[in-house]
């Protein structure tokens, strides 16, 4: 079994800013395996040589990365992957809480609070469920 590498390819034709293309590709493979927990990334420098991209730009994806629990920063050893599941896991029941409590605040029902965040899923995963 050959070891797992990052692999990035920036579109500059596309929609998403190039960071945004950093931020989704790493954790996309992140979430599907492709970048075991414990992978360390290259530095900011040398991604960002590598893809032509400025390091503000790398520095910004790796930033979004860790903010959401997918990487995480250790100093002078560099980025990892983090167990994202979990960190994510955590902050999305952070958020529900922190909406239901808005929502009761706001004086919403059961099921007014629930039809706004299935309105809200829907918009966002461009579903029909």
Do not use: C, W
Not at 16 to 29: G, K, L, S
Not at 60 to 82: H, M, P, Q, W
Request: glycine letters at 8%; proline letters at 4%; hydrophobic letters at 45%.
């Amino acid at each position: 079994m050959s070891p797992q590498t990052l692999t990035i390819t920036i579109d500059p034709a596309a929609d998403a800013a190039p960071f945004e293309q950093v931020r989704t590709q790493i954790a996309d493979q992140a979430r599907d395996g492709g970048l075991p927990v414990g992978y360390k990334l290259p530095t900011v420098r040398g991604l960002a040589e590598d893809l032509g991209l400025a390091a503000n730009t790398v520095a910004k994806a790796y930033r979004a990365l860790e903010t959401d629990g997918v990487i995480e920063t250790r100093g002078r050893n560099g980025s990892f992957i983090a167990a994202a599941g979990e960190a994510a896991d955590k902050e999305a029941a952070a958020a529900a809480e922190s909406y239901a409590r808005r929502a009761r605040r706001l004086g919403l029902d059961h099921r007014a609070a629930l039809a706004a965040v299935e309105d809200a899923l829907r918009a966002t995963y461009r579903t029909d469920a």
